[in-house]
């Protein structure tokens, strides 16, 4: 993670630290107070130091804080409080606050009342509008309340699912075109592959659990193409976390829609082989990261985009040792994007149906292979990264509960303690498959007194119950 991300999510906890003080400090004593006056000089410090003088938006959108649209992490530390305070604001009708330049003027008995009608607002009828209309009263001309939505817009919501599954859909019919032509032509253009790896990117930018969710999808005949796609978007979800750039993003999505590239030369009964490859089939098989590199120079590209695309479709194959394949004596340090390739690809091999191995293995298995290979085969930060990013058991992973349900991950609310995740509970549709149940918070579960904790069995593979995950986080638009 960077240090401005870092730097960032440090701000961010002290932001909701400060607010939450003088909220509660406001309520038991006087305004002349020694500790209302620190609260109020804490939170004007706070929110200068974090809008450098400018303008500053705190909203909170399908239950998290963001503040300046960077979503604030959960922190141990700041956990029950941000909790509080995610309840604190919907009491009101309130979705955030716009603060307004300057807000270095702003004055400690300023905020003082500030923080008073926030408290008292929620004894009122209307408490968004009276806020509104009490603020303007009072001449506090540097802060505009953000009503609640009660949720997103459903035509936002829909949109927003129609792009990303036309974005996979078009994705796979150009891994193929492309295949397809380099095999019978020689070569072929990017144009289409660029465009949809900016929507790829800029889908990832605006909900990247979403296309985690969609990396669930499996298509046993298509297998290559779809694996094609989801090591992209995988790959996009982990570089998204490190903190890649927009143009480094395409670049790397571009890198994982043509890892495989060089498949298209290895021969249908080797690449659908139901058993274990012989040895003369391995050798084959192992040929295809350096067939994939010159393929991709023969599509019709920039020079730059070429380049800085063949490394990690070469890589993919290469540990972190300098084991695997091909072997090559060039190589000293794999770089960023082979090595995310690796991880990425790794995992989805792991968790898709393959004619050589008897099982498929679950997302939580497969996660704890791979570390136990951390450092051999993988880069052990990246790994953990990664597997941080997926959480303990992955989203659209099934897990089976001690309360006899059973449930669907679609999140991890808490950033900090990603072993509990939001959980969609399955009911029986009456046809032998399921449907949406409620949706439930397990972290949660474990911080309210007196509430009944479920307490996760194991993870289930989703092929084995009829289940595909990606129709339940797309439900909207079928």
């Known amino acids: 993670m960077s240090k401005r991300k870092n730097e960032s ?87 955030g606050f716009h603060f307004l330049s300057p807000f270095t003027n702003v004055t400690p008995d300023d905020l003082t009342i500030f923080a008073h009608l926030l408290n008292d607002s929620l004894t009122e009828e209307n408490p968004p509008e009276w806020l509104e209309k009490t603020i303007k009263e009072k001449g506090l001309s540097w802060v505009n309340t953000l009503k609640e939505q009660k949720k997103e817009p459903p035509s936002l919501v829909l949109k927003r699912k129609e792009r990303a599954k036309q974005a996979y859909i078009d994705a796979v019919v150009t891994v193929k075109e492309v295949a397809d032509k380099v095999s019978h032509q020689g070569a072929a253009g990017v144009r289409k592959a660029r465009r949809l790896a900016q929507t790829m990117v800029d889908l990832v930018r605006e909900d990247d659990t979403l296309l985690l969710g969609l990396t669930t999808i499996r298509d046993y005949d298509d297998y290559t193409y779809t694996h094609s796609v989801n090591v992209s978007l995988l790959c996009l979800c982990l570089g998204k976390r490190l903190g890649l750039s927009h143009i480094f993003l395409e670049q790397l999505a571009i890198s994982g829609l043509f890892h495989d590239l060089g498949k298209v030369e290895v ?53 972190a040792d300098l084991s695997g394949y091909p072997t090559t004596h060039f190589v000293q340090n794999i770089s960023l994007f082979g090595q995310i390739l690796h991880i990425a690809d790794t995992y989805d091999a792991l968790t898709s149906q393959r004619g050589y191995r008897p099982r498929t293995f679950t997302p939580d298995e497969a996660l704890r292979m791979m570390w136990v290979e951390a450092g051999k085969k993988f880069d052990a930060l990246l790994l953990k990264s990664f597997i941080n990013m997926m959480g303990i058991y992955p989203i659209g992973t099934i897990l089976e509960l001690d309360s006899g349900e059973m449930g669907l991950v679609v999140d991890y609310p808490n950033e900090s303690e990603r ?6 509970l399955l009911a029986d549709d009456g046809r032998g498959s399921y449907r949406r149940g409620d949706t439930v918070d397990l972290a949660a579960e ?21 289940i595909q995950p990606s129709l339940f986080f797309l439900e909207e638009v079928n």
């Open 9 to 95: 999510e440090h701000l961010g906890g002290r932001f909701i630290r400060a607010l939450h003080h003088l909220l509660n400090t406001v309520q038991i004593h006087q305004d002349n107070n020694q500790l209302v006056k620190e609260s109020s000089a804490a939170f004007h410090r706070i929110v200068s130091l974090i809008s450098g003088g400018e303008e500053l938006k705190v909203q909170i959108w399908r239950g998290r804080f963001y503040i300046e649209g960077e979503k604030l992490l959960y922190r141990k530390e700041t956990f029950p409080i941000i909790n509080e305070m995610l309840e604190y604001f919907p009491q009101r009708g309130l979705e």
């Open 267 to 319: 021969p249908k009964e080797i690449l659908m082989k139901p058993g274990t490859l012989s040895g003369e089939e391995w050798k084959e098989m192992r040929k295809h990261p350096l067939t994939g590199v010159r393929r991709i120079l023969w599509l019709h590209a920039s020079r730059t985009l070429k380049m800085r695309t063949i490394l990690g479709p070469f890589e993919h194959h290469l540990n």
């Open 446 to 466: 474990e911080l309210k007194e007196g509430a009944t904790t479920r307490e996760i069995l194991r993870g289930i593979h989703p092929s084995s119950l009829g």
């Open 419 to 424: 072993t509990r995740p939001l959980i969609m």
